[in-house]
C-alpha cells in the first residue's frame, strides 16, 4: 500500500506544490507549534476558557507522547525518496498526530464560540482541511509511508476527540 500511495504522489510534484506543502510541515514543525500552542492556550485562559486551554495542551502533550512512544517502539526508518532530511523514526507521522490534536481541535473549539450553525460547521470543516493538509504535506514532500500519516492522524483523532469530550464535560 505504501509504495502505491507513492506511485500515485510522485507524478503530482511540482514547484509550486513543494512550496505549497511546506508550508503546512514546517507550521507543525516543534518551535512554531510550540509558540502557536503556548499562545493559543495562554488566550484562551486569559479568556476564561481554561478548560479549552487545558484540552489543547492535554491533547498536543497526550497523543506527542504516544507519538514518541511508537517512534521509538517502531523505529521506522524513513522512506529512500524523501525530499527532505529528517532525523526521526517514520512511524507514526508527528506531523500527522499535531494536525489533528492541535490545528483540527483549535478550530472545533473555536467553532463552539461560533454565532451560527453555519459559522460553525465552516470553521469544523477549515479544521478538517487544514489538518489533513499537513498529514498529506508528509506525503507529498515524501518523507514518510502512507501508513505513518494515517497512524499518525489516527492518534491525533483520538485526541482531538478526547479533548473535546473533556470540553463538554
Not at 48 to 56: C, H, V
Not at 121 to 135: C, E, Q, Y
Request: charged share 10%; with cysteine.
Amino acid at each position: 500500500m505504501d509504495l502505491y500511495v507513492e506511485s500515485l504522489i510522485a507524478p503530482l510534484r511540482t514547484a509550486a506544490g513543494l512550496d505549497f506543502f511546506l508550508f503546512f510541515t514546517e507550521i507543525a514543525r516543534a518551535m512554531p507549534l510550540t509558540i502557536l500552542l503556548a499562545t493559543t492556550a495562554l488566550f484562551f485562559w486569559v479568556h476564561g476558557l481554561r478548560s479549552y486551554a487545558y484540552a489543547l495542551l492535554l491533547s498536543v502533550a497526550g497523543s506527542e507522547l504516544v507519538s514518541y512512544l511508537l517512534k521509538l517502539l517502531v523505529a521506522r526508518a524513513r522512506p529512500g525518496y524523501a525530499l527532505l532530511d529528517e532525523s526521526t523514526f517514520s512511524f507514526p507521522s508527528g506531523h500527522a498526530v499535531v494536525g489533528f490534536s492541535f490545528f483540527a481541535l483549535f478550530f472545533f473549539l473555536v467553532a463552539r464560540k461560533a454565532e451560527s450553525e453555519m459559522a460553525a460547521n465552516a470553521l469544523r470543516l477549515a479544521g478538517i482541511v487544514f489538518a489533513s493538509l499537513v498529514a498529506l504535506s508528509r506525503l507529498y514532500l515524501g518523507v514518510h509511508y502512507a501508513t505513518d500519516v494515517i497512524a499518525g492522524s489516527a492518534i491525533g483523532i483520538v485526541a482531538c476527540v478526547l479533548a473535546l469530550r473533556y470540553v463538554a464535560g
